[in-house]
């Protein structure tokens, strides 16, 4: 079971990985074709025209997608921003109490969210509903990827809890210590 889980997050992170590198090369194609644009101009020739349409709204879901798909894995990972200056200054047992209430809160938050993002993603396949700009993009695509991140932030919250019920401490708090040192794990 670790292992899948373990892979499953790592997959949504390669996804998130794939839609900002989406989002760079498609701004930088954008921007090359307008300084091809311009030289050519500049040259008193006649210009390309090479624009990528809807890239303001295509750019906006990649970032989306991606901000969602690499929820689990950041958390995993123990680099999501967290204040931990109370719990670094309380006993042990206080220490777990409260690390395993803010992840039992944090499953049941992203739960909720998964659920209200499934519904709306439905809600948008239902109508049929697409984007508003020059390429109609169906707006249910980048949705769903939303949901899958919730979810899988949901079960990455609730692994850790786990974790943190068995163990007393959540799986990424050898990276949060090596980070609060100023070391490499």
Partial sequence: MRRTLDTTYAIALWGAIACLVSIALLVGL???????????????LTRSGFVILS?????????AAGSFLGLAATL???VHIRVTMLINNVPLKVRSVLEGTALLFGAIAASFASWHLA???HTTWHFNEVSPGLVPVPLYIPQV????GAVLLAIAFLDEF???L???????SGTEDAINLGQEE
């Avoid at 954008?30 to 008193?44: E, K, M, N, P």
């Avoid at 068995?166 to 990424?172: C, I, K, L, V």
């Fill in 55 to 63: 890239l303001s709204e295509i750019a906006g879901y990649l970032l």
């Fill in 76 to 78: 995993k990972g123990g």
């Fill in 145 to 148: 990827a939303m949901v899958v």
């Fill in 119 to 121: 519904q709306y993603a």
């Fill in 162 to 164: 786990i974790i943190t």
């Fill in 166 to 172: 068995r163990t007393g401490r959540p799986s990424f």
């Fill in 30 to 44: 954008q921007v090359g074709g307008r300084i091809v644009d311009a030289i050519l101009s500049a040259l008193g």
